[in-house]
């Protein structure tokens, strides 16, 4: 175990990525000599040259659906768009395009291309440069959605979604980048299960990137409080893993489910939606939600704390489906 | 423009005579309600890719828009697999899933049946760039109809390829039309070819209705695009029928539909090759039979087709299925 | 009463619009001359003038943004994006620009655009042709969404939602233009609230847009086996009409909900995790959920009837949560 | 080019300054943290908003981008308020829910503060679109950087414009550098007034950092704009300082850098106004102490400001909130 950040161990898995297969190149927005908006490609410019790290202009509808033809022809593209936030120019390629292909040919033409995003709240950006959209990519077939929440999972799930034969959308929380953790350097991890971080037998808390942390922090408190609370970094948004999540479900029979997006129509509906569907007679209280407020995110950093999901609110929403 | 070689010249006029009875079959099929969804014919415009898809070689790739019947055609997609997946049948070269609009091939490199307006010029560049990255100097062609021009994608694709000297060949198809809106009314800069070299690469306009034209131009621009570099065509065209089979097509006056009918390709093209004696009227109609031919067969296969199996709808969603 | 189709209900409400206040004015891709690629706005161009129904390029984020701004400057613009599969490409628009000025602004700047589109699969237009992405706009603070399912909200819905100061998105399934149904000419209805439009006892279907049919016909085909089923139109999927809802499930302790989406992280998961978060010690089961199977819609008939909701599957779902 | 009479002459120059200054302030109380979030800085390109906003009527707008506070400023936008916004606080110009990026006031008609580069554009189109078709006279001006100008939304608003004849002046504000992208890297067309001239409307550079230069030009593309046409200004500039307050401003030569900052548009345009006897030193002294004295009170203001109750968090999503 070796201590590391969050962006490190990032770029780490795009420098062994590059070295490893000549197929793969790294596109996006100031990727190149600047070294990213995060500060995740430093240096790989300078190592594996321009042709391979490649500043695009800013068109994320272009560069994005080049990416993915570039995979369809051959060659294992990581597109950086900078943020989820610009994603939205980029989704009618991402959704008509990339998760479409394999279906609409029969099953000819797969499109190996890894997309990832920076995403999330808590740096007093705003309502436009604030949000968590995860959910709509998960919603759609065709795509994986992966979204590491520790170094170890930064470090090692680009290799493994390289290798995946179809599209992986990567989501990292802005707020992770600078964050250290313990390095599990064992080597390649999947990109389809979720993982339990924590152990514990009277609530069941799920997060995914951003608000894993948030969990654990949470889960801590609870223990000062006398509750074990077991908590599951998602990790792949889609598909969701049911298993490890009934699992834990099947032991705690209390779920809260944390989830910066906003409340209405977020991944937390779905996880919430599928638990109370498989174990619904088990359930000792409906599942809990801690999510963003439906607001526009604002800039005021006491209103936009207002408006995130926090340490407090989960370990209430534990408490409260502990029966208060 | 000189004529090609009597075999080639042969060739042209019988590819669009395949292309044109095919879709004339299209038409009477989904009448018979065999076709279904959207259905978009070419006639009128077959000229355009037949003249480009015979300067290519089998490993260039092509990408189409929904109105690609004739050039999976010709890139060597079988009029029995084109047909097939038009009655969303199994056997179809997208298996059924594609219909129409969404033909796929990958045996011959054809990328689609792409059917968000302007939406596959980025991954026409994508091929293109991958071509580039990896030293292969094959080509890639993009079709898409002079409606796309509005669309972002088509700017920041044209900037792309420029700047990154992308071996791409841009051949838009200018019908004057996009559904009902006519080119004056959609396009501030109609001369499609000044907008397109905005961009720093090379562009011209070709008659879209001369096979020869294209055939030349094509030739002419993909020996540019072979050394590594985009070049983008306007061809000017016309569609004799309507945008689709749901559109009443009110918005064209019968005189000028009648006048583009008098420079038909197919028409034109006949008469230059009897004129200049390369083929006699009998030759012609012979070519008009073999088509009919292919087509009844390409009918009956599709006829004879199966249905995939309900039990196969997820699949195909992911190469890589979870357990 | 009269009877009409859901066309025309939309074409007269359109025309009422544009007669009854001169800032209103209508533009999309053939909205003008060619009436509308549903034919919905014919005839209006040759009464209002190209000026006040106007053709646009294929520029949808240019246009959306276009109308937003209009809106933002006093006019009140009716947007026809064609379909809701192309306004993945002025997603931006709506989401970072109609939706967040108001709060950005601190209040200072509404914007009284609505959006119409069509939605849903159903008539073999294949993968890029048919979503049904209505939860991804219904997840968005600052938006409100309406789905007209009957021709009387086809008729009137449309006036609230030009009145109203917020952006409205209007989603017209596709397969309803042709149908015909009695017109309520009462008068403007809401736009906030569900509607129950049969009543039952026994368990309560939700439906919206295109499955409010299916539910209807499901309740018939129930009605026959001696179920009682009451049936809501959602109408607003954002906001929610809570009290409806729960007022129904209060009385039905068992719901389905009929959602043409995909499963994963669609609408029918939020009226899930809502209801039971509402009536989980009254609820008799788990909130059924029929959606869409989770591939991109497929061309042939056979496959795309088998990957929509179809009533045969409501009808045993009302089961399976009455007990079998 | 002549200098405007001596009183708008001081005025420019001043009002130059107090953005100057406005802004250095914002820099040194981001280093104290009372700033959060994305700070971008204008400094050097001062002229451009300056020469601009001084050609437009009270009524006119302005659509901005992050970069905006010096455009806020001189609409009219008061520094307290804008201030005050920048620390958050329930007194600024945006209720302390935009921040830097996201300056708003209707009473000055200054429509952000918009951060998705070239999202605003449609918007500004919008706005003219709105003027010309309830017969008002007035003008929509729309600043964006020169990186915008690769994103699909210029192509189609300016496609429109043009089409439609939108009475709005779009102003690039070309500083070379889209953060650490350089013009020739994400440009195929680096003269960017002949990119916009393509789309049919009048389009011409200006020299950035003169601000009698700007002042002229938007007096003339003003008179356009308010017959109802769309015009397109190229300013070159430059900006002295990093992208935003997180940028280490490592792609650009100290060489580059200072040989800009002799074109500085306040120190040149202070020169020339003591060469021209319209102002002499003393009288530059007391501008700068003037904008100081303003800014001081600015940030007092902002310092006492409150913070909107949490309570309120909700408020502003609807303007018609359902029970
Ligand atoms: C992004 C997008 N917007 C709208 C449509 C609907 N649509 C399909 S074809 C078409 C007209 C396209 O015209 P053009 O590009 O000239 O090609 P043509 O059909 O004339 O060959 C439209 C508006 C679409 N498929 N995609
Ligand atoms: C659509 C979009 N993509 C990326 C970004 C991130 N970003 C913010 S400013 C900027 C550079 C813009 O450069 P330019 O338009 O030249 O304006 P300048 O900052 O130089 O004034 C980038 C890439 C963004 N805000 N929006
Ligand atoms: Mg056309
Ligand atoms: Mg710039």
Redesign the pocket.
Known sequence: MTEITYRDALHDALEEALSKDERVFIMG??VADYGG?YAVTKGLYEKFGRHRVRNTP?S?SGFVGLGIGAALGGLKPIVEV?TV??SL?ALDQIVNTAATFLHMSGGQFNVPVVIRMATGAGRQLAAQHSHSLECWFAHVPGLRVVAPATVTDARWMLATALDDPDPVVMFEHATLYPTTGDLDDSGPVDIDTARVLRSGSDVTIIGWGGTVHKALSAAGELQHQGVEAEVIDLRSLRPIDDATIMASVSQTNRVVVVDEGWRSGGLSAELAARITEAAFYHLDAPVARVCSREVPIPYAKHLEDAALPQVDEVVAAAREVLGG | MRLPPPDVSRTLLGDMIRIRVMEERCAELYQQTKIRGFLHLAVGEEAIATGVIHQLDPDDAVVGTYREHGHALLKGVTANAIMAEMFGKAEGCSGGRGGSMHLFDAATRFYGGNAIVGGHLPLAAGLGFADKMLGRSRATVCFFGEGAMAEGEFHETMNLVSLWDVPVLFCCENNLYAMGTSLETSEAETNLAVKAAGYGLPAWTVDGMDVVAVYDAAARALATVRAGEPVFLEFRTYRFRAHSMFDPDLYRSREEIEEWKTRDPILTFGERLQREEVLDEAGIARLWDRAGEEMDEAVAFAEAGTLEPVDNLERHVYRREVA
Do not use: G, I, P, V
């Open positions: 927005e100031d908006t800013l994320e900078m936030n610009f120019l």
